[in-house]
């Protein structure tokens, strides 16, 4: 087992780093441990592993797996036998991209066919694990919810996408409720869970730095969509946020200020 975890190894008390010191130990094996940013090292033990054919598990945060993917960009390491697993997310470290984009740029840069995922925060002793396409399945003692995002008592019908609530029996001496701010969908007994809840005022911030930067521009019309009249904003692989009076306004202004007509 090899932990990608900078993040979370910088500070005291994280629940991962406890559960996942506890799994370094139950592998017994010399190679396994934590790595911060020594990705020569970390590559060169992928390396080790992969020669001998061992079975690996690469449990990294999100930025963390794309920061050392670009590392090894010209020579991909891959192989059979290893398992690619991201959890945590961006961190603040990068731009939040949904999961099935994150797993697509990870499947590639680690020639892998399928990416895992973990789900776990600190309010909940127990875990979810995805083998692929980002489904989770949840212990039998763990239920999960969804909400509609603008009314926290109206619980949706499977397949309908909204804010996540989850019951987990193991919380024995603390909340067994806990509503998420992710975003996901129930499905049968499982449930994906791709992107945060972002409010109106962090999508329109996201929006503007995108269509300001280099790239955005570069890539021509129809990327990005706004829709002043019916007061919708999209982006892809984003959901569709519906905008007030105030916040329409607030976006033409800070386009034109940048020097940018809609």
């Excluded at 300001?212 to 021509?220: F, I, N, T």
Aim: glycine share 8%; hydrophobic share 35%; net charge neutral.
């Amino acid at each position: 087992l090899l932990a990608l975890l900078p993040s979370y190894i910088q500070r005291k008390g994280s629940s991962l780093i406890y559960m996942t010191e506890d799994l370094v130990k139950k592998s017994k094996h010399h190679l396994s441990g934590f790595y911060l940013d020594n990705y020569n090292e970390l590559a060169s033990t992928l390396l080790q592993l992969k020669q001998k054919s061992q079975p690996t598990i690469l449990l990294g945060v999100s930025y963390a797996l794309l920061d050392f993917a670009e590392f090894t960009k010209n020579n991909p390491i891959g192989f059979e036998k290893l398992i690619v697993m991201e959890t945590g997310g961006m961190k603040g470290k990068r731009k939040e991209m949904v999961k099935d984009e994150l797993h697509q740029q990870l499947k590639e840069s680690f020639a892998v066919k399928t990416i895992h995922s973990e789900y776990g925060m600190t309010e909940l002793l127990s875990q979810t694990y995805s083998k692929e396409n980002g489904i989770f399945e949840t212990p039998p003692w763990m239920q999960v919810f969804v909400r509609d995002i603008n009314d926290p008592f109206q619980l949706l019908e499977q397949d309908k996408t909204g804010g996540i609530n989850i019951i987990d029996l193991a919380n024995i001496h603390s909340c067994s409720f806990i509503a998420t701010q992710d975003l996901g969908k129930k499905i049968s007994n499982t449930f994906s869970a791709y992107s945060q809840i972002r409010t109106t005022n962090s999508f329109i911030k996201e929006f503007i730095d995108d269509l300001m930067s280099e790239q955005a521009l570069g890539q021509g019309k129809g990327e990005f969509g706004l829709n002043v009249l019916s007061k919708r904003i999209t982006k892809p692989g984003a959901h569709e946020v519906n905008l007030s009076d105030k916040d329409t306004d607030k976006l033409k202004g800070d386009l034109l200020i940048n020097g940018r007509k809609i």
